[in-house]
């Protein structure tokens, strides 16, 4: 376990981190007193690296990746996502707990939204969508509408449109968390493939311990109000990995680990 | 087929009784159109052998073989096109002005917040108001033709639509939005791609409340003051005491208004194709 550093020196020049955040917060203001959502959140997250962010609902996991997409800013503190301020950009992706389609397109059609968003016409995207469509295995459902898929393939279908521009950076808000547990597992794996072939960087919001342990290089470990991060938990197994590892010795000592932080904090 | 069997409540594994029920009720069972004929028939035979009898006076309920020939009669008269040409028109104009309007300020009052917020206490108390009283007021201002039958077709049936489209264009999914956002998607992209299309459904149901207002806006403003239209006629006919045309003219009047009705829940079911579709899909 590996404290992070709270620095709040300059940004290093090397630029080694594809995702650098220092000292950041997020306060809502509310009617009664203000919430501190996040506080001193200093992380790094090297290229090609898959993180977790995992704690309890309330904990600013999902605020902290909101504001990774630049969907949110922070109330202060500096991040950088590719060495800029974030902000919604084809390099990078960011994924749902619900699939998201669109009920009066097609698989297709949803799945071509991020370019025709875009306005782009610099390749065959309907090429490029049909090839992610069967990469995601739904050859042959890309005429089909939303209501004739299970909610897997939904989630499927969402997988292959944060995918269509190729972002070098995945930002997934517990992306199969409304799923059952085995199609959970099944598409976590697959996901997982998918990012390490490509050499993408992925953040993964999760509750789930084991999720995270499975999937993760590095786990930020989050506790609630304010949301902060408690301890960073590395797990030294090369990606990608299969169902396997979860029987391993490693991943129990890594899960104990999580379980040790997360409760620690609630004891004090 | 096999979407039918699809339709069950995921708790208590009962059939889900679903909007337009009736409907593919009646295309499943048969039953449902011989039905609603015989129930036709046993009710017209009883009117006519109770008016027959004397039972009831053919004053205040004409025989309705009566009614009938009178229908016959009118529809062969050629005057009667001219007062059906004048209704159908004033209809139609209020109809498709009213629901534009509706739509456009509906649409201004969806996406600004602070349109909403100034307009508020109007579109509350237009609301509350009974439209029908407007009428005289529009014939003082817009005379006895066709005009001021226009204008309250159009005034009654355009806030149906003007309280759907606002409804529906502030209710799109808040996660939608950010899905979009986070696609770098403009705000008329947002627009078109999402929030428009998500409000199909509401915009459509009112615009068929709408349709039916405007009939109704049409014959008011003809009651009130006119010189043609079917209102008119049913206003002329009633103070000759003439029922059984005056019935008949009903049933006119009731058969456009089912003819309109049907045909923009076709468009409905054609543009908004997926909100039957998505009512019968299970789990998400």
């Not at chain 1, 600013?60 to 504001?67: C, D, F, P, V």
């Not at chain 2, 108390?125 to 014939?139: D, E, H, N, S, T």
């Not at chain 2, 003219?249 to 009731?254: G, P, S």
Request: proline share 6%.
């Amino acid at each position: 376990m590996t404290e992070p550093r709270p620095r709040t020196d300059v940004l290093p020049a090397t630029g080694a981190s594809i995702i650098e955040t220092r000292g950041l917060s997020k306060v809502y203001q509310s009617a009664s007193a203000p919430i501190e959502a996040l506080a001193d959140i200093s992380i790094d997250v090297r290229p090609g690296e898959i993180v977790a962010f995992l704690g309890p609902s309330g904990c600013g996991k999902s605020t902290l990746l909101e504001i990774l997409a630049g969907l949110i800013s922070p109330t202060s503190g500096e991040v950088t996502i590719d060495g800029q301020p974030p902000r919604p950009r084809a390099e990078v992706g960011l994924m749902f707990q619900q699939a998201l389609l669109f009920p009066w397109r097609t698989v297709l059609a949803n799945v071509l939204l991020p370019a025709e968003l875009r306005e782009k016409t610099d390749r065959d995207w309907k090429a490029r969508a049909h090839e992610l469509i069967a990469m995601v295995g739904l050859e042959g459902w890309a005429e089909k509408y939303h209501w004739e898929l299970s909610g897997g393939m939904q989630q499927r279908v969402a997988l292959a449109r944060v995918l269509l521009l190729d972002p070098e950076i995945l930002l997934l808000d517990e992306p199969f968390g409304a799923l059952d547990e085995m199609t959970r597992e099944t598409l976590d794996l697959e996901m997982m493939r998918i990012a390490s072939d490509a050499g993408k960087t992925v953040v993964l919001v999760t509750h789930n311990v084991y999720e995270a342990a499975l999937m993760c290089d590095r786990i930020f470990v989050f506790t609630p109000r304010p949301g902060r991060i408690v301890g960073v938990v590395e797990i030294d197994e090369p990606q990608p990995r299969g169902l396997a590892f979860s029987t391993t010795t490693e991943f129990g000592e890594r899960v104990a680990q999580v379980r040790g932080l997360l409760s620690g904090d609630s004891d004090e | 087929m096999s979407e039918r069997t699809a339709t069950k409540d995921p708790v208590t594994d009962k059939p889900v009784v679903q909007a337009g029920g009736l409907d593919s009720g009646w295309k499943e069972r048969s039953i449902g159109p011989i039905g609603a004929i015989i129930l036709a028939v046993i009710f017209v035979v009883t009117v006519e052998l109770l008016v027959l009898n004397e039972i009831l006076n053919d004053i205040i309920v004409p025989r309705p073989t009566d009614v009938f020939s009178a229908l016959i009669t009118t529809l062969s008269e050629g005057f009667f096109y001219r007062h059906l040409w004048v209704t159908t028109l004033e209809v139609l104009i209020g109809f498709v002005v009213g629901t534009a309007l509706g739509f456009a300020l509906g649409a201004l009052l969806g996406i600004s917040r602070r349109a909403r917020a100034i307009s508020y206490p109007y579109v509350v108390a237009f609301q509350g108001l009974p439209k029908v009283v407007l009428a005289p007021v529009f014939i003082t201002i817009f005379g006895f033709g066709i005009e001021s039958k226009i204008v309250m077709a159009i005034a009654i049936s355009f806030f149906p639509v003007l309280i759907n489209t606002m409804a529906g264009l502030t209710g799109v999914d808040p996660q939608a939005r950010r899905l979009m956002r986070s696609l770098n998607a403009s705000e008329w992209h947002i627009f078109t791609k999402l929030s428009l299309p998500s409000s199909l459904p509401l915009i459509f149901a009112g615009i068929k409340t709408g349709l039916t207002l405007a009939l109704v806006g049409a014959i008011v403003g003809e009651f009130v003051g006119a010189e043609s239209g079917l209102g008119y006629l049913l206003d002329v006919y009633s103070y000759q005491l003439e029922i059984p045309r005056v019935w008949a003219i009903t049933t006119i009047l009731a058969a456009m208004g089912v003819i309109l009705f049907l045909f923009i829940e076709w468009v409905d079911r054609k543009v908004v194709f997926w909100q039957s579709r998505r009512e019968l899909s299970t789990g998400m």
